[in-house]
T-cell receptor, first 115, second 111 residues
Framework: GAGVSQTPSNKVTEKGKYVELRCDPI?????LYWYRQSLGQGPEFLIY????????DSGLPNDRFFAVRPEGSVSTLKIQRTERGDSAVYLC?????????????FGPGTRLTVL | TQLLEQSPQFLSIQEGENLTVYCNSS?????LQWYRQEPGEGPVLLVT?????EVKKLKRLTFQFGDARKDSSLHITAAQPGDTGLYLC???????????FGTGTKLQVIP
């Protein structure tokens, strides 16, 4: 079956612009996660959804970052007034449920470059 | 802030050699996972360990969870070029809190 997909695969934008990153999880997975990964580092947790609601958004760095999952499936990560420091690979993962006994399946990521 | 330290940060070895990478935390965690990530892809789960002192084997990979539940190791026997990648540990804190990933070990196996 289809895995987690993310679009676009690459996004180049200018400082101050608004961007949206999309994640299509595996069908039926109730938990969805967003992470940010800098080159050579481990992923950094941003937010996770259980169904339509954000169960934990404590990893969002500031109020320029926002994510939604209105129908409990597709999720969009939104970044306002982008800064050069936002450049990173943004990873999405989905899971049948939120626990270490449920595997998180990751997408290939969206590479965001802010000029 | 990365709360899980991995060592070494980089490792380049010849095919056929053995290696061990480490994951250490200053606090106890309820469970720990190991992932491997290849360039341009997301991490892929290798194993989950939940019991202190637990040892799991996956072909040539041996994973160990420390007795005190604050550290873990991954040992690879007879490394192959296909083992090349970024190895990440990730912990789950008590109460199934969010996953925290380690700093990563970048492994290169030279044919």
């Amino acid at each position: 079956g289809a895995g987690v997909s993310q679009t676009p695969s690459n996004k180049v934008t200018e400082k101050g612009k608004y961007v949206e990153l999309r994640c299509d999880p595996i069908s039926g997975h109730t938990a969805l996660y967003w992470y940010r990964q800098s080159l050579g580092q481990g992923p950094e947790f941003l937010i996770y959804f259980q169904g339509t609601g954000a169960a934990d958004d404590s990893g969002l760095p500031n109020d320029r970052f926002f994510a939604v999952r209105p129908e409990g499936s597709v999720s969009t990560l939104k970044i306002q007034r982008t800064e050069r420091g936002d450049s990173a690979v943004y990873l999405c993962a989905s899971s049948p449920g939120h626990s270490p006994y449920n595997e998180q399946f990751f997408g290939p990521g969206t590479r965001l470059t802010v000029l | 802030t990365q709360l899980l330290e991995q060592s070494p940060q980089f490792l380049s070895i010849q095919e056929g050699e053995n290696l061990t990478v480490y994951c250490n935390s200053s606090s106890v965690f309820s469970s720990l996972q190991w992932y491997r990530q290849e360039p341009g892809e997301g991490p892929v789960l290798l194993v989950t360990v939940v019991t202190g002192g637990e040892v799991k084997k996956l072909k040539r990979l041996t994973f160990q969870f420390g007795d005190a539940r604050k550290d873990s190791s991954l040992h690879i026997t007879a490394a192959q070029p296909g083992d090349t990648g970024l190895y990440l540990c990730a912990r789950w804190s008590g109460g199934y809190q969010k996953v925290t990933f380690g700093t990563g070990t970048k492994l290169q196996v030279i044919p």
